[in-house]
Structure formats: C-alpha cells, structure tokens
C-alpha cells in the first residue's frame, strides 16, 4: 500500500479502537489492515500502537503522528475535492491569443459576457496579429481568422466573417474602378502579411475560384492599418466586414466587385492536443459560439 492509504489504515485503527473495527471501516481484512500498519511502523522505524488483546493503545509517537495524519489526510481529501470540483465548474486562469483588430471590435464584448457568467475564471488576454506559439508560450488558446497552418493543435470553429474588397472614393476616382476580377491586375492591392495564403481567392462569374496575386507596396500585418492605408487612397484592400463597415457606412471606403465576394474566413479557437478538455477552456469556446450566433442573426 502507497504512503497515504497505510496512513489512511492507522487512523481507522485509532478511530475504531481495534483492528476488527477498523477492517470493517476500510473493507479489508484484519489481517491486511494490521500488515498496513507494521509496514508504516517499519517505514517509521517508530512503534505507533501498543497492542493487547483486549485494546490498542497510541504511544507517545502515536499520538503525534495521529495528529499529523488527520491533517494529511484532510489535505488530500480536499485536493481531490478542488481536482474534482475544477472539472466540472469552469474557475482558474485561462490564458488567450486573438489578433488586435478582432479581439477590440468583436471578441472583448463575447468575453465581458462570459466572465460576467463565469465568475471564477480569469482571463488573461493578449491582442497581437502574431501567431503564438501556444505551447512554448504557455497560452490555453488562441483565435485564429481566416486559413489555418497544418499543425498538431486541435481546432473548433465558432463562427466566420464576410470578406469584401473596398477602396476610397479618391481612388476609384483616379485609377477608375475595376469590373472584373482581371482588372485588379491594374491596381495596387493592399496585402495582409499574416495571411497563410499568398494571394486573394475570389469568385469568377461561374462561381470558380479565383487566385490574385497581391502587391508589394504596402503590407501590413494588421488589419485596421490596412483599412486605414486604403482610406488614404493607397489602393484596394480585402477586409473582414468587421474592420471596414464603419468606414463603408460613412463612406470613406466603397465595396467592389461584390459579386466576386470571398468565401467567409473561418473563426477558430486553437488549443493543445489532449484527450480533456478543460472545463474553463470548454465554457469558453461554447459561449464564444453561441456568442457568434447571436451576433450574426443581429447583424452586429
């Protein structure tokens, strides 16, 4: 028997006042109870218990490490209580990657929302349009928009976002506004450097896709920079509907070729590879779909 289960078969001993009581506490043997016990006292190298035929009595060692073993064993009970508890109500820390474009305009409100539900768990979160390394960086998760890297890190889906292509109206005015997907090879084309992809995959008239190739004038790792640049007149821009809408209302940026619209980017949460799932990582990744949802059918 382990150190903790001889300790465990020592307290029943005392607790029952014999080895014939405490054998029906534990459900074993007399026997085996009393070898636990030797075999703690040979650890020890200490007598714990003085034996007679009508009691068992504690020594003065006994007495002490009686003491000392109620606690002990309290302590681990309480740790499998937290153990078991920590599965199954979401509390601790969790620590996130999300690009800083998305986690500002659509992921802050999902999370003020969860923590205001979730009242145990912290959230720790880093907004930087890097890909972290979640292993190495000890990160929980991490939100990842658009096309994903093969890797060994497991993936779920919460949600997508529209893609569409805009520039200023001083833009268009001047280098003239493309009607097909050809005529961007005219144009200066904005690029977003942390795409997997090298280029923009576009929808042909018979719905095919199609590849174009960006610039080099200009590439950013952000989109809100890039929304900014094709603001400024610097040429055309492929963005998340998220980033661009408000310059779109306003009319800062106008769509183009909206008939030749991206597929949806994908939005996934990325986490390790394990058999369990942690139940603070879980409830997050719930609430972040169900959060999606919402806001699709809100139009927000």
Same mark, same amino acid.
């Given at each position: 028997m382990d150190r903790l289960g001889?300790?465990?078969?020592?307290?029943?001993?005392?607790? &029952?006042? +014999?080895?014939? +009581?405490? &054998?029906?506490?534990?459900? !074993? @043997?007399? @026997? &085996?109870?009393?070898?636990?016990?030797s075999s703690l006292e040979t650890r020890l190298g200490a007598q714990l218990l003085q034996r007679t035929?009508?009691?068992?009595?504690l020594t003065e060692i006994g007495q002490s490490y009686y003491e000392h073993a109620l606690r002990a064993i309290a302590a681990a009970e309480e740790a499998d209580s937290v153990a078991s508890a920590m599965q199954s109500t979401p509390?601790?820390?969790?620590?996130?990657?999300?690009?800083?474009?998305? +986690?500002?305009?659509?992921?802050?409100? =999902?999370?003020? &929302?969860?923590?205001? =539900?979730?009242?145990?768990? *912290?959230i720790e979160l880093e907004?930087? #349009?890097?890909?972290?390394?979640?292993?190495?960086?000890?990160f929980d998760a991490a939100v990842r928009i658009g096309d994903l890297p093969l890797s060994s890190l497991r993936a779920r889906r919460i949600g997508e976002v529209r893609g569409m292509l805009c520039a200023s109206p001083a833009y268009l005015a001047a280098r003239g506004t493309?009607?097909?997907?050809?005529?961007?090879? +005219?144009?200066?084309l904005l690029t977003y450097s942390n795409r997997v992809r090298s280029g923009w995959i576009l929808r042909g008239p018979k719905?095919?896709?199609? *590849?174009?190739? *960006?610039?080099?004038r200009l590439m950013v790792n952000n989109g809100d920079?890039?929304?900014?640049?094709?603001?400024?007149g610097l040429g055309i821009v492929h963005s998340p509907e998220f980033i661009c809408r408000d310059a779109l209302d306003a009319g800062r940026l106008v769509e183009i070729l909206p008939e030749s619209r991206p597929d949806p980017f994908g939005i996934h949460v990325l986490f390790p590879p394990g058999r369990h799932l942690h139940p603070k990582l879980r409830s997050l990744? #719930?609430?972040?779909? #169900?959060? !999606?949802?919402?806001? #699709?059918?809100?139009? @927000?």
């Open positions: 001889e300790m465990e078969a020592f307290v029943k001993v005392v607790e &029952a006042g +014999g080895f014939t +009581g405490a &054998a029906k506490l534990v459900g !074993m @043997s007399k @026997s &085996a109870v009393s070898k636990h016990v035929t009508r009691k068992v009595t509390q601790g820390n969790l620590r996130l990657s999300a690009p800083l474009s998305f +986690g500002v305009k659509r992921l802050m409100p =999902a999370i003020t &929302a969860y923590l205001e =539900a979730y009242p145990k768990v *912290t907004l930087e #349009d890097r890909f972290v390394d979640l292993m190495s960086e000890n493309p009607e097909t997907i050809e005529d961007l090879a +005219g144009h200066e719905g095919e896709e199609r *590849t174009v190739r *960006t610039g080099r920079a890039l929304s900014q640049a094709a603001e400024a990744i #719930d609430h972040l779909v #169900d959060w !999606m949802k919402e806001a #699709d059918r809100s139009g @927000s």
